[in-house]
């Protein structure tokens, strides 16, 4: 049988429609009061990372990334990660010493896994990046 998915909603979707990509951020966006999304691009909220980094207790923020798909949307990690980073510094008590080691690393990672597969508009959101967290943080001037 042929694939049929583009003309015909998958049983069980809402009302007979098709999956909106918004649906999730429409969800979030009228509630009062709603938690603060650390992650737009995935919408992870500041409790659900904490509960995350409590449970886990991880070593890195390649390990919460892992657990909660923390920095896996289009950014890479670009508009979110350096917020994980200071959740991570607050809630294990991490000295600024350790805070900055673990954003580095996990930057230097990142770069490698992306960095041989980047083209066209995947290469320009990886340079945004990149101005952002050398433009605007320095991060390559971090006491480590």
């Not at 709603?34 to 990372?49: A, D, G, P, V």
């Not at 991880?58 to 950014?75: E, F, N, Q, T």
């Not at 000295?95 to 041989?116: C, I, M, T, Y």
Request: aromatic fraction near 6%.
């Amino acid at each position: 049988r042929p694939c049929r998915t583009a003309e015909e909603p998958l049983p069980g979707s809402e009302e007979e429609r098709f999956y909106w990509l918004g649906a999730r951020v429409r969800a979030q966006e009228p509630v009062p009061n709603s938690e603060e999304i650390i992650c737009e691009c995935e919408l992870i909220t500041r409790s659900h990372l904490i509960e995350a980094i409590a449970r886990g207790r991880p070593s890195s923020l390649d390990d919460v990334r892992r657990k909660v798909r923390l920095a896996m949307g289009p950014c890479q990690g670009g508009f979110c990660i350096y917020r994980a980073t200071g959740i991570l510094h607050d809630f294990e008590h991490l000295d600024h010493e350790a805070a900055n080691s673990a954003l580095l690393d996990f930057l230097q990672e990142r770069w490698k896994g992306v960095q041989p597969i980047l083209h066209g508009d995947q290469l320009r959101q990886a340079r945004l990046d990149d101005w952002i967290f050398q433009g605007l943080l320095a991060v390559e001037h971090l006491p480590a």
